[in-house]
């Protein structure tokens, strides 16, 4: 008997999908999520004590591609480029063909979740933008920020892009990269305020360490798409923009512990009744997305691991179809 | 930045470790279990629809060696062999550099479950059984009655072995293995009373499919090792056997809830409070072992992750010392 796993290595998988493709493995995620196709256990994990950062192990199966994917992903170690020379975090994906529970494919996994979670701001600006929006404002400078312009830029045309950081260097780096790579002019806002007052689309991209945009900059029509919050404790916005708002969350039972709707609802703003869709539901079209100019629309995005495998296996698939990787037999 | 991450075949796997290893491995992992030097989350798994069955991810830290193991392995897929060319069951383990998170060695995983779970029965009877003990009883012929043989067979002289199995096929094979392998004469029992009558040591490695072994059939004196019980409603022995005896369990928190021990606790024939310990407090010296020749003494064993965390980890140190296996670098 015998097995031929596939190794792919990082730069293998970046070369191996484009955004225009994880923007179709999020959107089938979402789906697959909302029609009873996907079991998610509670991911397990390691908590390393300081300087060290942790581990977690995410696990997902989809029944529709009878793919079993578990991604392993590594973050916070600060001395691991200076002291070991390796980055600071790291990830590896392992699929399993459900049929057999053989491993099929070993690949590394640092870029994944960048790459699923920028998709995921596009997929809900289709669903959730005014048609007409043309302005983004992005309140956070960094990876995840410039991955969320390079899925949007992917399906519609952005006009200017209002930025904010709490760093200069971060925020004049932010402009330089964006506007060399996308040619999108980018105004490196004074204050929060002005940035959020210029949004038809505002992404909140930070680490999450308290409000940074308050209810009262929002102007109607606005698509709000919030990010950075993952995590109990982690925040970003006012909980009151939740107030009137449509809120669409990716996964209800996550996002009520971990996202930013974590906080509208711990302060009785809103109940979880109040919560509008999950974002599968709209996709599949059995709720409303956006219904007028006027609505302020919100998409938290906590991240989850059908996502890690829809993307995972279109990048196995992709390079089965282009003879990329390496066939490693683990028995034979 | 680059990673080298070594991969390492089951037939290489096989090469790099003996039993006598395992037992030293398998009797470090007990002692740092029971000396604050382990995390292990509770495992996650997915249950497929029959005639497929299950996979399973267990996670263990040890911060003696700084070594975090992620054992997948999944079992139960009948017609794996025969439909898709593929074992009924796999596995596959990562072993990260617990300093980086670094993943620093893929290897298959399909045999390590059944070495460690065989070296803990001998590690049980170096701890537990009469040091005058020479017949050894199984109930049960399969792979996993084999590899406790090979396992107490490497701590002591065994004169013979009285076996029972459901089927004679599996029983003829047996006497037939053992006997060319290790030259240790197989008794053939015609019941199962009749083979537990003479045991020293009595190890069960059944599926655990119900009360095989009856509390009088034991002698005062007798060893249990019991292995086949490592679910939730799986049997192997009369609860009352708890009554009068020696209970060491491998971890009081997965024994209670799966293993043999939750009968006599669900049918209070016994409390939490009458587990006499478990094995690494014993192997610490923290707890007596055996005290006479009288005892009746029982090994609970579930398995735990940190066996098979200190047991890779042993196999990747012995590949790194001989050289052998493939490096391949997932980044550079």
Redesign the interface.
């Known amino acids: 008997?015998?097995?031929k796993t596939l190794?792919l290595?990082?730069?293998e998988v970046s070369r191996l999908i484009r955004m225009k493709e994880v923007i179709g493995t999020v959107e089938e995620a979402y789906k697959a999520f909302n029609s009873d196709q996907v079991?998610q256990?509670?991911?397990?994990?390691?908590d390393?004590h300081p300087p060290?950062?942790d581990?977690d192990?995410k696990?997902g199966?989809y029944k529709g591609n009878e793919i079993?994917s578990?991604k392993?992903s590594?973050g916070g170690?600060p001395n691991?480029?200076t002291t070991?020379?390796?980055?600071s975090g790291?990830g590896?994906i392992?699929l399993?063909d459900?049929?057999?529970?053989?491993?099929i494919c070993?690949?590394?996994g640092?870029l994944i979740t960048g790459l699923r979670t920028g998709a995921c701001g596009a997929v809900s600006v289709k669903a959730l933008a005014r048609k007409n929006a043309k302005r983004i404002t992005s309140i956070g400078t960094g990876n995840q920020a410039r991955m969320q312009i390079r899925a949007i830029n992917e399906i519609m045309k952005i006009e200017a892009i209002h930025a904010w950081d709490h760093t200069s260097e971060s925020l004049s780096r932010y402009k330089a990269d964006i506007e060399r790579e996308f040619g999108i002019p980018v105004v490196m806002a004074n204050s929060k305020k002005e940035a959020v007052e210029q949004a038809d689309i505002l992404i909140t991209t930070t680490r999450g360490k308290g409000e940074l945009v308050e209810a009262e900059w929002i102007k109607p029509g606005t698509h709000i798409v919030a990010i950075g919050t993952d995590a109990k404790g982690k925040q970003e916005l006012d909980p009151e923009i939740f107030r009137n708002a449509k809120v669409v969350v990716d996964s209800i039972t996550q996002c009520s512990e971990k996202g930013e709707t974590q906080h509208p609802l711990s302060k009785n703003i809103m109940s979880k009744d109040g919560i509008h869709a999950e974002i599968g539901e709209v996709l599949l079209g059995e709720k409303p997305g956006r219904e007028s100019d006027e609505e302020i629309t919100i998409f938290d995005s906590t991240g989850m691991a059908i996502q890690d495998n829809t993307t995972a296996t279109k990048i196995y698939r992709n390079a089965i179809e282009n003879k990329i990787g390496?066939f490693?037999?683990?028995?034979?």
Chains 1, 2 share one sequence.
């Open positions: 008997m015998q097995m190794l290595k990082k730069e079991v256990p509670d991911y397990i994990g390691i390393l060290r950062g581990i192990f696990l199966y079993i578990m392993a590594s170690f691991n480029p070991y020379g390796v980055p790291m590896t392992l399993f459900a049929r057999t529970c053989a491993l070993v690949m590394d640092s390496t490693f037999e683990f028995f034979e």
